[in-house]
Every structure is written in C-alpha cells, then in structure tokens.
C-alpha cells in the first residue's frame, strides 16, 4: 500500500514536472512574450505529451527506484528517460502535424531531467539530512575500509546508507600511492597496507573491512597479519568466485576465517577433462555423508552425472546432504541414497552390482588418530578391509575408474591410522596392475573445518573461553579447505590412468599453536591475555610433523600445478592377497600388539612415533644452534 501511495505521488509530481519544463523552455524562447500559436499548440496537446512522457518513466522504472539509495545509475536511467520521452513527443507532434520552435525539444528536454531528477535527489538529500539528525543507538563504531576500488566504495556507500549499524567510515586504506590523500564518498585515503596500525590508532578505529574481492591470496595474507597487529575487530568482503551475482552489499561481509588465511589462490579446474569422465555417469561416493565426501557430492553433481549414490553407513550425515541436493537439482539429479558399511562384503558386493557405477570415489575410513591407536583393530577393518571390499566389487563389476581418498599420515606413518591407509595405497597398487578398473589414491594433508579435526576444537574451547590446548609447540601441519581438497581429487581422477598415487600441493606447512594464536585473534580476544594456551603433550601416535612423500617415490609433474604423482612403490597382487589373509587372521584372533607387529611387516616404514619426534626435535635444535652462531 505504502508503495503505491508512493508512486501515485511520484507521477503527480512529474505531471507537474514536465508541463512546468513545456511552459518554462517557451518562457526562455520568447524572452518572456509566448507567441499565442505555440501557447495554443502546447494547450492542445499537453494532455497527450504528458502521457506519452509518464509511459516512457514508467517503461524506465522510475517509479520503482529507492530514492533514498539513488546515485549515479538512477541519474543516468533519468537523462536516457527523458531523452526518449522528449524523442516520443516530437514524433507524436509531427504525426498530428504540429510543432514547436527546435529549441523547445532541447529545453524541454533539459528541463525534464533538471526537474524529475532534481525532485528524486533532492528527497534523498533531505532523508540522509533526517538520518544524520537521529542518534545512533549505542556508540558508533569507527571503521577502517581496506581496498579504495569499486568493492570498497560500495562498502562504504552501504555503511552510510545503513544508519542502523551504527558505523562510520573514518579511513581507506590502499596500496596505490598515487591515490593517497583522494577521498572516496568523503573518507580520506590515509595510506598503504603498511600504515594500518598508525592509522588505527590516529583515527581510533574500531573494526575493519577488507574491500579487495579481486586481490590474491598472498597479498591478502599480508594485510591481515598487518591487521592482526591493531585491536580493531576484522571483517573481510569475499572474493568474487565467493559473490555470486558479483554485487556487493553489507550482508555479504563476514569475519574473517582461518581459511582465508592459508595464502594460496583459487584452485582452477579442467573442466572439459572432468566433465568427460563424470557428465553423464554413474558416480557413487562412499562415506558420502562426510566432511569430505559431501563436498565430493557437491561438486559431482555440478557435472551432471546421470546418477549419483551416495553411501553411508551414519544415516543422519546421508539424510542432510541428500535433502541439501534435492533443494538444489530437484528432479535434475537422480540421487541414490544408501546406507551400509564397507566393512560388510556381501552388502557391497550387492551395491555395486546392482547400480553399476561408472566412477567410485572411495572417502569411507576411521581417521582420527588417537582413537584408532586406542582401537586398531577397528582401523583395519573399516579402512584396510573395508576398502578391499569395494576394490575387489569394483573390479568385478566393470567400474572404470575407482578413486581412494589417502592422507600425509600414510607416509612413514607412526601410528595405525596412517599405517592402515598405506595399506591401503597398497591395494590400490596392486589391484591395478590386474584389472581393468582405473585404480588411483589421492593423497592430502589435514583439511580445515572437518568432522574432528583441530579448528572445530579450538572454536569450542575459545567460546568456552579457554584454554586452547595445543599438544606441542613444534607440532606443524598441511592443511586445505573442504572445497579445495575436494576438487583437486576429481580432478586427479579425470588425470588418472591408473596406479598413481596423486599427491596434492599443500602450500606451506603451519604451526598448529600459530593456527591456535590467529583463531583467538580472529574471534576478538587476545592469545595468552584474554585466551590462554596450554601445551598437553603429544597424543598416542601422534606425529610432530608429516610428509607428502616416501623417499622411494619420487614425483612427477602433471598439467595440473598443485597435482603431482608419486611412482607406485608395490604391485604384487599375490602378495597382497596373501598378506590380507593373514592380517584378517591376526585381526580375528590375536592381540593388538601382534596385529602391530604384523602392520610394521607391511609397512616397512611404519615406526614408533616417539621415535621419530625425537630425531625432529634435535633437528630443530640444531638448526636454532647454527642459525645463532650465524648471528
């Protein structure tokens, strides 16, 4: 209702408006004397010119506009509207054969724009002068905008259209010199990217926004640890693979995530190699319920297979992707979900022969490391079994291609997680080199935000304001994104050809109590004063550091700059099948220090992990040494 009061206004306006534009430009021409031929043309057809105006308008939108948020765009639509209008009256004129004085249209003209868009800019003026004249509620909050490009106006356009959130742009902050001392909408650029804190503290400022939605990763690491110097609360505008319709608006802008602290670029995919071995196929994804394994659903499904199971033995992790799916592809996606366990060979075996998957992604496995030193004889049968089974279904069945998702933990593993998934590689190995399926592992690192791992933690122990417990100073880490990890691994099984062991880039190893200190800084506290950290000790098979590769692997390139190949390393099938007999014996009917000592058999490079932690430790050492007689 309050919308059509406001456009009947609107239109009563510019009736007046357009007939005020006719009687001043005859005005102007005739110095004040309007010739009574021309007064009497303009009475004759001011109705039918007025109509013929009003429609133009209403075809350009203009009443459908907030004039409080009218800018630039609005006075363009106004200039090109009353460009047509004043052409749509003149051709209606030389129809009816009357005319006016050339001039007239181009007053007229000029007069229309200076009046409609003067009366739409004028109530916008009026309204911001209103605002500024109501108390914030609360204290208003000083904000610092980082990024002085289209991204960062439009933030602080929205800042001072929105005078309910209570924050006033006082900064910009940019990297180009020759922009510093300019103002944007009225806030000074103060500087570059090193001048944050001096900035902060002169103009008080209490949060800030990172307004560079195009700007790279590594440049945008540096300007958060610039940030991360001051006490203002940091809040970042997501890069544009992040904005859909590439538009920025104040509900757009989050705080800053741990992820967007890793300094590495957007991953680019082949799409046409990966869209040959999934658009129209059959793809199931065990453990699809995961962390891992819904976000392989996800990003399956943007390729259009012409089915894709999902298969889970926790049914409420299934449930939520498969009603996540529906609400998205509807009848687009035919979706298949299916609950069970890889370690259950007959229901397997059933599974696959019934669906017939063209591609297995295999992201089914036991993964927490001190748990399954606590339980390893429940690691080999989910992991090392369980994966079997699907291998050996697989190969039976006629799957193309079958894709294991492996860890950094299963090299020079010390610990039966890490071991478990090595023999697992192994499987994959060897039932390669005697089948007709495609059979690859895809080797990563610790992927943030995952079911248990440390940064869902770490989030729980900070709102519970503390401590944060790291279990050693020296422990490091590779670390990806959910999304990340997930489309490098399709896009290694579009490369595979089958026995490779893909090993994905990782980046830089990070300390995990420097994960710690930047996810207490990120929440607003301040690491050891507000938030304290304890050191509790390594955990049961726990590692300081890990590895991508085994010295006997070496590494080969691909077309792909974060994807690389390890050599295959163990391919007899008879062995392997010899060696799982006898492993499901131990499992069956030993105890779990000789099904250690078997694992260690396999795995000649599985260790003790103590062992290995102390050979790291006087590595560090003497790197400290050296480096301090350097100095």
């Given at each position: 209702m309050q919308k059509k009061i406001r456009t009947i206004y609107l239109?009563?306006?510019?009736?007046l408006a357009v007939n005020l534009s006719y009687y001043v430009s005859l005005f102007l021409r005739f110095e004040g004397k309007i010739e009574q031929g021309y007064l009497q043309v303009y009475m004759d057809n001011f109705i039918a010119l007025t109509v013929i105006k009003l429609l133009v308008f209403y075809y350009f939108k203009l009443y459908e506009?907030?004039?409080?948020?009218?800018?630039?765009?609005?006075?363009?639509?106004?200039?090109?509207?009353?460009?047509?209008?004043?052409?749509?009256?003149?051709?209606?004129?030389?129809?009816?054969?009357?005319?006016?004085?050339?001039?007239?249209?181009?007053l007229a003209g000029m007069f229309d724009v200076i009046f409609i868009g003067g009366i739409r800019f004028s109530y916008r003026a009026l309204r911001r002068l209103k605002d500024s004249d109501i108390k914030p509620k609360g204290i208003e909050k000083r904000v610092m905008i980082i990024g002085g490009g289209d991204a960062g106006a439009m933030v602080i356009k929205e800042l001072k259209n929105h005078k309910e959130l209570n924050s006033k742009p006082v900064a910009i902050i940019d990297d180009n010199p020759s922009k510093e001392g300019q103002r944007i909408n009225g806030v000074p650029i103060m500087g570059q990217r090193y001048d944050i804190m001096g900035v902060v503290h002169r103009k008080k400022v209490d949060e800030i926004i990172i307004a560079i939605p195009s700007g790279s990763k590594k440049d945008l690491r540096e300007i958060v640890e610039e940030c991360k110097r001051t006490k203002a609360k940091l809040k970042i505008l997501p890069g544009m693979y992040e904005l859909i319709d590439g538009k920025v608006s104040i509900k757009e802008i989050r705080e800053v995530q741990i992820e967007d602290l890793l300094g590495r670029e957007q991953i680019s995919l082949d799409i046409d190699s990966i869209s040959g071995y999934l658009k129209g196929k059959k793809v199931m994804v065990t453990g699809g319920g995961g962390s891992i394994g819904s976000e392989l659903c996800r990003q399956i499904a943007k390729f259009n297979p012409s089915e894709l199971a999902i298969l889970d033995i926790y049914e409420n992790n299934a449930y939520d992707i498969q009603n996540e799916l529906k609400s998205i592809y509807g009848d687009g996606l035919t979706l298949k979900t299916i609950i069970g366990s890889i370690r259950d060979k007959k229901r397997i075996d059933q599974i696959i022969k019934d669906i017939r998957p063209d591609v297995i992604f295999n992201a089914a496995a036991h993964k927490h490391v001190p748990l399954m030193e606590d339980n390893p004889k429940e690691a080999i049968k989910n992991n090392v079994f369980g994966t079997l089974n699907l291998a050996q279904s697989a190969d039976r069945y006629g799957?193309?291609?079958?894709?294991?998702?492996?860890?950094?933990?299963?090299?020079?593993?010390?610990?039966?997680?890490?071991?478990?998934?090595?023999?697992?590689?192994?499987?994959?190995q060897?039932?390669?080199?005697?089948?007709?399926?495609?059979?690859?592992?895809?080797?990563?690192?610790?992927?943030?935000?995952?079911?248990?791992?440390?940064?869902?933690?770490?989030?729980?122990?900070?709102?519970?304001?503390?401590?944060?417990?790291?279990?050693?100073?020296?422990?490091?880490?590779?670390?990806?994104?959910?999304?990340?990890?997930?489309?490098?691994?399709?896009?290694a099984g579009a490369m595979a050809k089958g026995g490779e062991v893909?090993?994905?880039?990782?980046?830089?190893?990070?300390?995990?109590?420097?994960?710690?200190?930047?996810?207490?800084?990120?929440?607003?506290f301040e690491p050891e004063v507000d938030i304290p950290i304890e050191i509790v000790g390594l955990r049961p098979g726990e590692k300081l550091f890990e590895e991508l590769l085994l010295d006997e692997e070496g590494i080969e390139s691909t077309e792909h700059k974060k994807i690389f190949i390890g050599k295959p390393t163990f391919t007899d099938y008879r062995l392997m099948i010899n060696a799982m007999e006898n492993l499901k014996e131990i499992v069956d009917n030993s105890d779990e220090n000789e099904l250690k000592s078997y694992i260690a058999q396999m795995v000649p490079t599985y260790k003790n992990n103590f062992e290995v932690n102390d050979v790291f430790c006087?590595?560090?050492?003497?790197?400290?040494?050296?480096?301090?007689?350097e100095i």
């Open positions: 239109i009563m306006i510019d009736i506009s907030l004039w409080k948020y009218a800018s630039v765009e609005e006075m363009i639509q106004i200039v090109v509207a009353g460009m047509v209008a004043n052409a749509g009256a003149l051709s209606y004129l030389f129809i009816n054969q009357s005319h006016f004085p050339r001039s007239i249209y181009i799957v193309k291609k079958f894709v294991m998702i492996s860890t950094d933990k299963a090299v020079n593993p010390t610990n039966i997680m890490g071991a478990s998934k090595r023999i697992c590689e192994m499987i994959i060897s039932m390669d080199k005697v089948s007709d399926t495609e059979f690859v592992a895809v080797r990563f690192g610790n992927v943030l935000g995952s079911n248990g791992s440390v940064i869902p933690l770490f989030k729980r122990q900070i709102a519970n304001g503390g401590p944060v417990t790291v279990t050693h100073e020296e422990v490091i880490r590779y670390f990806m994104t959910i999304p990340e990890a997930s489309q490098l691994v399709i896009q893909f090993v994905l880039d990782m980046g830089e190893p990070v300390k995990i109590i420097d994960l710690a200190r930047d996810l207490i800084r990120l929440s607003g006087k590595n560090i050492l003497n790197d400290e040494v050296s480096a301090s007689k």
